[in-house]
Antibody, heavy 121, light 110 residues
Framework: QVQLVESGGGVVLPGRSLRPSCAAS????????MHWVRQAPGKGLEWVAG????????FYADSVKGRFTISRDNSKNTLYLLMNSLTTEDTALYFC??????????????WGQGTMVTVSS | QSVLAQPPSASGTPGQTVIISCSGS????????VYWFQQFPGAAPKLLIH???QRPSGVPDRFSGSKSGTSASLDISGLRSEDEADYYC???????????FGGGTKLTVL
């Protein structure tokens, strides 16, 4: 069945880096845009970054632009999010999400279960 | 402050119809499809409505969506206790070149 499984979260010091990943299965990963969406404890959903099916276009929320980089390896059916210069404001559950379109400008349909990132000294 | 505006809470009794609104602008709801998600505590969001008014297979027909101009709504008819959850709207925003969410609506079944 269609599945997204995130991994690579954890506890990290402010200013450090982390790179969670998302393994996709059950669909043609290389045909669809993909995204990361986060949810801070007790808060709503916040879109973080997205990318087109082939990686040629990336999109970022202002809150992470210049610090986070989204990437994908279609040969491994895997999505990544390199997070640099982390602050306590980045503490959240990070979801990997499939787009309904190849461009990455559509909407979300399939969600992973999330990986928790905690930034704390 | 979310780009899409939703009421923070809504409520109804079993059997009633509840309507959750989502208000945006020309660059998001006015130009692109709206999507609706349901989220239970401790769980990942689940797609309820896509492309304004389309229900994925498995979603009960008690859930329906609509959009007009820069506003959208999610209607839940025949309210049930298991509908108690958080509901979010989302859309692509052409001006921001990114996805935007509503702040979420917490539905309580009285």
């Amino acid at each position: 069945q269609v599945q997204l499984v995130e991994s690579g979260g954890g506890v990290v010091l402010p200013g450090r880096s982390l790179r969670p990943s998302c393994a996709a299965s059950g669909f043609s990963f290389s045909h669809y845009g993909m995204h990361w969406v986060r949810q801070a404890p007790g808060k709503g959903l916040e879109w973080v970054a997205g990318m087109s099916y082939d990686g040629s276009n990336q999109f970022y929320a202002d809150s992470v632009k210049g610090r986070f980089t989204i990437s994908r390896d279609n040969s491994k059916n895997t999505l990544y999010l390199l997070m640099n210069s982390l602050t306590t404001e980045d503490t959240a559950l990070y979801f990997c999400v499939k787009d309904t379109y190849s461009s990455g400008r559509g909407g979300f349909d399939i969600w992973g279960q999330g990986t928790m990132v905690t930034v704390s000294s | 402050q979310s780009v899409l505006a939703q009421p923070p809470s809504a409520s109804g009794t079993p059997g009633q119809t509840v309507i959750i609104s989502c208000s945006g602008s020309r660059s998001n709801l006015g130009s692109n499809y709206v999507y609706w998600f349901q989220q239970f505590p401790g769980a990942a969001p689940k797609l309820l409505i896509h492309k304004n008014d389309q229900r994925p297979s498995g979603v009960p027909d008690r859930f329906s969506g609509s959009k007009s101009g820069t506003s959208a709504s999610l209607d839940i008819s025949g309210l049930r206790s298991e509908d108690e959850a958080d509901y979010y709207c989302a859309a692509w925003d052409d001006s921001l070149s990114g996805q935007v969410f509503g702040g979420g609506t917490k539905l309580t079944v009285l």
